[in-house]
């Protein structure tokens, strides 16, 4: 069985800070991580993955997520929040039969 | 470029009356095509995925179905709805092998009422 765990349910920052969202998993054999982002009422849009190699992912808007083996964790990062970067993150784990398994969502304000 | 279409972005149901929930893919060939339900803008739940025409598998025992009549259009149907039906469902595709990631449709929400 595969799980991913978003520890918190809203982080708040402000504007001009790094943000990080928290993300951790647990699954039998090599892990496909991914994040998403969704907006109020709209689909999730993919933003990072990370599959194997660097450590360090980088992706769309500015994101970037870093793969720790050790801790199980793949915790998303942004070094200069934007008031437009608010929204709900999820984080997912793909290990098998191509089904993915999603975190419960954190909510992501940033505060001008 | 592919595109995904989801309709219809809203419904508001009366219990006990049937539902088709409708979703197609454009510009790719044999994706892996799913169903979610999003309960109050939090986690998802997987409904229903197909690896191909006429193979779905169900995640959750339920009073919904699915079926893929062809290869990129991905149906959710229920014949009478409950209350407990009520949500916002997402279609989303992906390649065929475990590293792709997931493309969404913009969502449906139902309300039974």
């Known amino acids: 069985a595969q799980s991913v765990a978003q520890p918190e349910d809203q982080v708040n920052v402000a504007e001009g800070n790094p943000l990080t969202v928290k993300c951790t998993y647990s699954?039998?054999?090599?892990?496909?991580l991914f994040w998403y982002v969704q907006y109020p009422n709209r689909g999730l849009q993919f933003l990072l993955k990370?599959?194997?190699?660097?450590?360090l992912v980088k992706g769309s808007y500015g994101f970037e997520a870093e793969f720790n083996k050790s801790q199980t964790s793949f915790h998303l990062k942004k070094p200069s929040a934007l008031v437009s970067d608010s929204a709900l993150y999820f984080c997912a784990v793909r290990a098998w039969a191509g089904k993915s398994t999603f975190g419960d969502g954190t909510t992501l304000t940033v505060k001008p | 470029s592919q595109t995904i279409h989801q309709w219809p972005a809203t419904l508001v149901q009366p219990v006990g009356s049937p539902l088709s929930l409708e979703c197609t893919v454009e510009?790719?060939?044999?994706?892996?095509l799913y169903w979610y339900r999003q309960a109050a803008g939090r986690g998802l739940q997987l409904l229903f995925y197909?690896?191909?025409?006429?193979?779905i598998s169900s995640e959750v025992p339920q009073n919904l179905s699915a079926s893929r009549p062809q290869d990129r259009q991905f149906i959710l149907s229920s014949k009478k709805l409950l209350l407990s039906d009520s949500g916002f469902y997402l279609c989303a595709w992906s390649v065929q092998q475990n590293t792709g990631e997931l493309f969404f449709g913009e969502g449906s929400r139902l309300t039974v009422l």
């Open positions: 699954v039998s054999g090599n892990p496909y």
């Open positions: 990370y599959i194997t190699g660097d450590n």
């Open positions: 197909s690896v191909g025409i006429g193979q």
């Open positions: 510009g790719t060939s044999n994706p892996n």
